[in-house]
């Protein structure tokens, strides 16, 4: 298993220092022989408190939505942005508890973060660092698209080639990564979290995990647009084989982290979120719970910029959701945009709305 959470008994995961990207690389010590390895803290690390009814609890879903260089007024992402801040103020005033937003992936437009994207894509229009704000400090819960690789951010997907931080002899390199992976991350964006390309994030007062994998591996072709978002980066990596070959042990890493949390896990929801329609990953997860263990399982994405139920259950309840609304990009592809809303229920279930006025726009009610 691929995997090693910091408070698991294993070994300590001290960063280290790397050199600056471009400069000689530091020896390292050998990569472990299994490959890619997910080094993180899974255990409510940001200390989320949900509130003790488990009702009043909810969370947020966004996928596709980090224009580049941030919105224009009434654009479809800062229309979205917008739609986003109403709901969680009505919500607040109804006593409900904001525990986190998912991001399924394409957060930063074209080919990864650069440093005035904090604020133009994600802190100005989300109002994420006002105090007066209703998404003040809620956490983030990230995993990558294939827009958040690319030219910006080019030993993401090699990081042995200029690493910035070493933990048990692996390096990182990506700019988006949590600060002890990626010492540039600015302060401010402590709660824009991403700790790993693959991690899971639990909450056990509220009987709710989320799982996180990274599977970019199914588009290399794709990462930051085209060739001409990726040509300079796969140059440095040493080709676009170097950057498929890390991108396969990521993913690897991902299938170790479903089959994992399946056989440990305990919430009675879990959400799975990754970029790309049709690579959940389900049935890796669903075929390694251990008798006994039935959680409800919702698998979100985004990729298509659209928002809508793909797949319900025999109960009529959304468990794939299609939500790529964020208005990040593209005309003339930005047809209902929005997010979604999930509402946990007193059973260990929820209740989940991606289509309603309440958190979609109307069919080309916006523009790009």
Known sequence: MNTCY????????????GTTAGSPKAPLPPIPPAGYVNHYDGNNPLKITPDSKRSNNYFLIIGDWGKFDGPSSGDCMDQVAKKILSYAEKQAQAGKKLLFIAAVGDNFYWNGVKDSSWQTQWAKPYRTQDPTSP??????????GNHDFGDLDPYAFCPSVAPQASIQGQPYAGKALNADRNPSRPKGTEHYWLPDFNYHYE?????LELIAIDRNH?????????????????NKCGGQGAVTDWLNKVGAAGDDLLRSRAANGTAKTVL??????????????TGALPSGRNPSVICAYGHVHNQQCDTKDSNGKCIDVMTGGGGGCCSPNVNLAGFTAVALDDNGG???????????????????
């Open 350 to 368: 929820y209740d989940l709305d991606v289509e309603s006025e309440d958190v979609r726009l109307g069919n080309n009610q916006c523009g790009w």
């Open 272 to 285: 799975i979120i990754q970029h790309y329609p049709g690579n959940c990953g389900r049935d890796t997860f």
């Open 218 to 234: 199914v588009d290399v072709n794709g990462l930051g647009g085209d060739p001409n978002g990726h040509a300079d980066a796969f």
């Open 203 to 207: 909450i056990p007062e509220a009987d």
């Open 135 to 144: 998404l003040y400090n809620i956490p983030w819960l990230v995993v990558q």
């Open 6 to 17: 910091l408070k698991n008994g294993c070994p300590s995961l001290r960063a280290t220092s």
